[in-house]
């Protein structure tokens, strides 16, 4: 796996330890197409990414059709030779000095996974989407400290995740790609037509879930069935695990099973503004997980119970008078087993 920030770092050192200053320093990052080099400006150290586009260049109507922001320059140059490449043309991404370096290696690094993942969309197709996404990032402010209901949110569609993981050892990690939590879904999960809605409690002295909105218990032809995945979490300084090591140890497990895979989800945690090193503590003990089915009788409030002229309503469901509904965790995961098969 390519780790820029080392290429970089690395390029920089031997920039400091010449005598004589070069103009700029490449270092080759993939031999496979696209052949990538990495590049460092003498200058001013600013970072670069060199994408080979053969010997024939995009239209001018790709070029700049391609998603910028502020700190950033997209150009293409034509080479006569660079290393054993010969007549051959660049997509050249170049870091402005006023652009934070950690964001810049971050954005170069997820654009190099993807283009060494994902082989199947055209050159064009994956830059425009991962530039697209980060456009989307710095509009929406960047990496930002989550509240901690959003913290406690994401902690329990992670565990989720990772007990997804543990249950099914071996298997793709398919589940992340039925994540819709990140990307403002109704609903947390989706596998067919049944919807996983994940909540947490961290108060002892209820059994208290917020419903958002009046739409998010809606049961429809595409959702037929929707279940409630309660976490009941204590907040400690020294027992369970925080949502740092959560999320790392559900990164590596993916990993561990699919490179593309892993690439969706850090995607989805940047869709999030998430940045895991911000997140060291609280730690979270998980005192139990319950499962309930928000069926046609299950206590809720939907649009066509409301008032003419009410909307965007949020509530609370107490989960002491919903036992009836209570079902074994087991189920949900029969619905999003590999095969598909309950």
Known sequence: ????????????????????????????????????????????????????LGQSPWEEEQLSALPKWRGLTIKIE???????????????????????????????????????????????????????????????????????????????ELWFINEWLDKFPGQPPLIVEQWEGP?????????????????????????SIKISNEDQLKISDAISTIYLYVCFLEPSKTHGISLQELAEQVKRKIADRSERIALIYNDLLTDLGFSEEEYGEPKYFVEKIEVYEAGENFPRLLKEDLPKGISHVTYNIDLTHCSDFERDPETVYQYFRVDGEK
């Open 1 to 52: 796996m390519v780790n820029l920030k080392i290429e970089f770092d690395e390029m920089i050192k031997g920039l400091n330890n010449q005598a004589e200053s070069e103009f700029y320093k490449l270092n080759v990052l993939t031999y496979e197409a696209p052949v990538i080099f990495a590049g460092i400006d003498a200058g001013n150290y600013s970072r670069q990414l060199y994408i080979d």
């Open 78 to 156: 034509y080479f006569e030779k660079i290393f054993s490449l010969k007549n051959r043309h660049f997509l050249i991404i170049s870091q402005e000095d006023e652009q934070s370096t950690e964001i810049y290696d971050s954005v170069l690094q997820n654009l190099v996974d993807h283009l060494l993942n994902n082989k199947e969309s055209s050159l064009f197709a994956t830059v425009f989407s991962v530039l697209d996404r980060w456009r989307t990032f710095f509009k929406r402010g960047g990496f930002r400290k989550l509240s901690e209901e959003q913290q406690r949110g994401l902690f329990g």
């Open 183 to 207: 990307t403002k879904g109704r609903i947390d999960f989706t596998s067919g037509k049944c919807g996983l809605e994940i909540k947490t409690v961290n108060d002892k002295l209820t059994k």
